[in-house]
């Protein structure tokens, strides 16, 4: 089982990008979905993330109000939008799910999540 997360790439400071993360059709509507990031020398990180009904959804304090978290069940996708970003938001970015049952509140810990995707690189430039 694979998740394939794209939509990196290098902006300016204040610019826009759309991560996707495409799932196995199984596997993405049993699971719930996260976003999490991973600067150099640092510990990998929760983002953002949203449960498998859809109806919960979490942010980390840093990006809350800019990072936009939304899943397309007939996509089977999960993206992450992300606005006015920063230079400090540069890392490589991976999706993550875990299968929960569907009123499970959204997941915000890394421990909780059970499949990664690859990573995508985001690079922000001052």
């Known amino acids: 089982v694979q998740l394939q997360a794209s939509g990196g790439g290098t902006v300016q400071a204040g610019g826009s990008l759309r991560l996707s993360c495409a799932a196995p059709?199984?596997?993405?509507?049993?699971?719930?979905m996260g976003w999490f990031r991973q600067a150099p020398g640092k510990e990998r990180e929760f983002v953002a993330g949203?449960?498998?009904?859809?109806?919960?959804?979490a942010y980390a304090d840093s990006v809350k109000g800019r990072f936009t978290i939304s899943r397309d069940n007939a996509k089977n996708t999960v993206y992450l939008q992300m606005n006015r970003l920063e230079p400090e938001d540069t890392a490589i970015y991976y999706c993550?799910?875990?299968?929960?049952?569907?009123?499970?509140?959204?997941?915000?810990?890394?421990?909780?999540?059970?499949?990664w995707g690859q990573g995508t690189l985001v690079t922000v430039s001052s």
């Open positions: 993550a799910a875990v299968q929960t049952i569907l009123t499970v509140p959204v997941r915000t810990d890394r421990e909780d999540y059970k499949l």
């Open positions: 059709g199984r596997t993405f509507s049993r699971s719930a």
């Open positions: 949203v449960n498998r009904s859809g109806g919960d959804i």
